[in-house]
T-cell receptor, first 115, second 111 residues
């Protein structure tokens, strides 16, 4: 079974530039999550989709971050403009239907460095 | 708001010893608690989980215990091996399948 795919794996940009990350969840998984993991910390949920609808985006800095999940499959997360404090690993995860005890499977992450 | 606290932040044990990592959560409505292992530069991998209607769950050398009254849960690793060295994260499920993660425990198993 193919896992969660993410690209790019690494990205280096200067502050105030824009960047976009892509995620392809496991086939058939309805729920998709984007997490931000700052070095030395646990993952922090940014946004959660159920199919192509947003379930929770309360911790997404909406002045600079945006995300979409067209057709309920792939998703993109965008940062515009980037700040130094956005340097982190951005993890995408998916689960089957978001039910109780539904296992989340994580992608390899995109490591973003903002200079 | 919702919060998951994890202790200790670092743990060093001798190979063959046991390791225990503890987490507390704030929302009594939480009903599912997974544990993840993350090796350096790799993705978090689920190693064990427990639902709120169960007090303990074991899988070979790994066990998780849950105390709903005290709102804390623990990961127990017995007979530790060098390959157990990694960062371990606890998490708690809140409303609408939203997860909050602990800050992580870096486990070092010395040969």
């Amino acid at each position: 079974e193919a896992g969660v795919a993410q690209s790019p794996r690494y990205k280096i940009i200067e502050k105030r530039q824009s960047v976009a990350f892509w995620c392809n969840p496991i086939s058939g998984h309805a729920t998709l999550y984007w997490y931000q993991q700052i070095l030395g910390q646990g993952p922090k949920l940014l946004i959660q989709f159920q199919n192509n609808g947003v379930v929770d985006d309360s911790q997404l800095p909406k002045d600079r971050f945006s995300a979409e999940r067209l057709k309920g499959v792939d998703s993109t997360l965008k940062i515009q403009p980037a700040k130094l404090e956005d340097s982190a690993v951005y993890l995408c995860a998916s689960s089957f239907d978001g039910g109780v005890a539904d296992t989340q499977y994580f992608g390899p992450g995109t490591r973003l460095t903002v200079l | 708001g919702e919060n998951v606290e994890q202790h200790p932040s670092t743990l060093s044990v001798q190979e063959g010893d046991s390791a225990v990592i503890k987490c507390t959560y704030s929302d009594s409505a939480s009903n599912y608690f997974p544990w993840y292992k993350q090796e350096l530069g790799k993705r978090p991998q689920l190693i064990i989980d427990i639902r709120s209607n169960v007090g303990e769950k074991k899988d070979q050398r790994i066990a998780v215990t849950l105390n709903k009254t005290a709102k804390h849960f623990s990961l127990h690793i017995t007979e530790t091996q060098p390959e157990d060295s990694a960062v371990y994260f606890c998490a708690a499920r809140y409303n609408f399948n939203k997860f909050y993660f602990g800050s992580g425990t870096k486990l070092n198993v010395k040969p």
